[in-house]
Antibody, heavy 120, light 107 residues
Framework: EVQLVESGGGLVQPGGSLRLSCEAS????????MSWVRQAPGKGLEWVAN????????NYVDSVKGRFTISRDNAKNSVYLQMNSLRAEDTAVYYC?????????????WGQGTLVTVSS | DIQMTQSPSSLSASVGDRVTITCRAS??????INWYQQTPGKAPKLLIH???NLQTGVPSRFSGSGSGTDFTLTISSLQAEDFASYYC?????????FGQGTRVEIK
């Protein structure tokens, strides 16, 4: 059974930092690109960042460039999102998802999400 | 960035109805579009990939069509469990972008 389990969310003050983790099981994690996708309360989905299988390629949405860093540890089947200089507009549920390519790209496996609230 | 515009933003329908949701891309994305379903409090679920390919395990009442800039998700006969929000997503290039969503509500 495929599982993606996020952790690390919580309440943080503006300007603060938080590190999200996502542990994967049930599929070939080391052979998969991975992404973080977020959803602000009552809003739509926004792709945040992704990372190549070996960590050698990373991409970010403009709004988080220079503040967020995606990384992975294939030995631990885990992907991380280090979030610095947090802003109120970063408040969202953060999902990790497998960023899969099979003739085209798709997010085929998703975690349950972890809530990040940026507020004083 | 490629903008994805869904319509309508919401709709009311009854069980058994045929429902159509459209998504328009700001530039041609050939068939690089996916569709997701999301129920409240849950993660999105992949329904359709590459415009018209049904994801494994998804009921055949769901179908997708289109190419270029205009795409459609159709539910042929709406079931109770289909009341949810639906999102399109372009996979043509980075940043991958989603439509704003369509909420399907019970009439």
């Amino acid at each position: 059974e495929v599982q993606l389990v996020e952790s690390g969310g919580g309440l943080v003050q503006p300007g603060g930092s938080l590190r999200l983790s996502c542990e994967a099981s049930g599929f070939t994690y080391s052979g998969s690109w991975m992404s973080w996708v977020r959803q602000a309360p009552g809003k739509g989905l926004e792709w945040v960042a992704n990372i190549k299988e070996d960590g050698s390629d990373k991409n970010y949405v403009d709004s988080v460039k220079g503040r967020f860093t995606i990384s992975r540890d294939n030995a631990k089947n885990s992907v991380y999102l280090q979030m610095n200089s947090l802003r109120a507009e970063d408040t969202a549920v953060y999902y990790c998802a497998r960023d899969h390519w099979a003739n085209s790209q798709m997010f085929d496996y998703w975690g349950q999400g972890t809530l990040v609230t940026v507020s004083s | 960035d490629i903008q994805m515009t869904q319509s309508p933003s919401s709709l009311s329908a009854s069980v058994g109805d045929r429902v159509t949701i459209t998504c328009r891309a700001s530039q041609s994305i050939t068939t690089f579009i996916n569709w997701y379903q999301q129920t409240p409090g849950k993660a999105p679920k992949l329904l359709i990939h590459a415009a018209s390919n049904l994801q494994t395990g998804v009921p055949s009442r769901f179908s997708g069509s289109g190419s270029g800039t205009d795409f459609t998700l159709t539910i042929s006969s709406l079931q109770a469990e289909d009341f949810a929000s639906y999102y399109c997503q372009q996979s043509y290039n980075n940043p991958k972008t989603f439509g704003q969503g369509t909420r399907v509500e019970i009439k």
